[in-house]
């Protein structure tokens, strides 16, 4: 009797203590830290697209499949089509479900770009961008002036090259290891073989209009305009040469191969006529 009084205190101090531990695990779950929206495929339908730092007009284009001049007009933003983090880019023609972005024009040279951080300030910033990139980066937290694009004449081809013109160049040597589909929205482009360190070059002359790794399944990419209905991307690189802004001549080193968003050494190479992928085997030379 005497030892089962004894052991009473005991085990109600253990009670106590595994009561102590449920109520604070209940209570540290009110404070869990929100989950990131993620990045969602061009397949699904979207109303709007929220900016981040990465995001240019073009790769926001690029990502849902349309042509950058169809989604400047949905937002009515003008080139050089200049957006800022957090804005709300429309997706659709849906008036009803479309969130307005407020028109920036090229004459003013002055963007007011809203940073996120706790303090929600307002910088304000002087970001004069080139008419043939319409370049758009968020500043770093301390002010600083918007890289200006390189102003130089970019060959211009044909508006609508045809195939097997030979206009185009391989953008590395490497073999293919996998086809253009149009059937397969994994499969807008055709990979090339190749080895960590390879030359990736320009498939044709143009500006370099985005240059980082924002683009979920694409790793360090590069993308060109070459005129205003071509634009070529260079996906899975280890190594990027070029930055927004750039002119760039064709065949000229880009960037290097690498496995950058995927398993495997190689490049990713696309062409988009208007915003859609077109099978770049019937843009470039035969092998």
């Not at 106590?16 to 929206?37: D, M, R």
């Not at 495997?264 to 077109?278: A, N, W």
Request: glycine share 8%; net charge neutral.
């Amino acid at each position: 009797m005497s030892a089962e009084r004894n052991a009473y205190p005991y085990s109600r101090s253990i009670l106590l203590c595994v009561l102590l531990v449920l109520l604070n695990a209940c209570k540290s779950t009110t404070h869990l830290a929100p989950i990131e929206q993620m990045d969602q495929p061009p397949g699904i339908k979207l109303n709007y697209h929220t900016v981040s730092r990465s995001d240019t007009m073009y790769s926001i284009a690029w990502r849902y499949g349309m042509d950058y001049r169809q989604l400047a007009s949905l937002n009515n933003i003008a080139p050089p089509y200049t957006i800022r983090v957090g804005q709300k880019i429309n997706l659709t023609n849906d008036a009803s479900a479309s969130v307005r972005s407020s028109a920036y024009t090229a004459s003013t040279g002055v963007e007011v770009v809203a940073i996120p951080d706790d303090a929600n300030t307002v910088t304000e910033v002087t970001a004069v961008s080139s008419s043939e990139t319409g370049l758009a980066k968020s500043p770093e937290p301390v002010a600083k002036p918007i890289k200006t694009a390189t102003e130089r004449p970019v060959e211009q081809n044909a508006a609508v090259m045809p195939s097997g013109s030979g206009h185009w160049l391989w953008p590395t040597q490497g073999r293919i290891i996998s086809r253009y589909s149009s059937t397969d929205p994994l499969r807008k482009g055709i990979d090339l073989e190749g080895k960590s360190g390879d030359p990736v070059v320009a498939a044709q002359s143009g500006s370099v209009v985005y240059a980082g790794s924002g683009l979920a399944g694409y790793g360090e990419l590069v993308i060109i305009k070459h005129n205003e209905q071509f634009l070529s991307a260079y996906g899975h690189n280890s190594k990027l040469l070029v930055q927004e802004g750039d002119s760039v001549k064709s065949g000229q080193k880009i960037a290097e191969v690498g496995s950058s968003g995927t398993d495997s050494d190689k490049l990713h190479f696309e062409i988009r006529l208007d915003g859609k992928p077109v099978d770049p085997l019937q843009y470039l030379p035969k092998k």
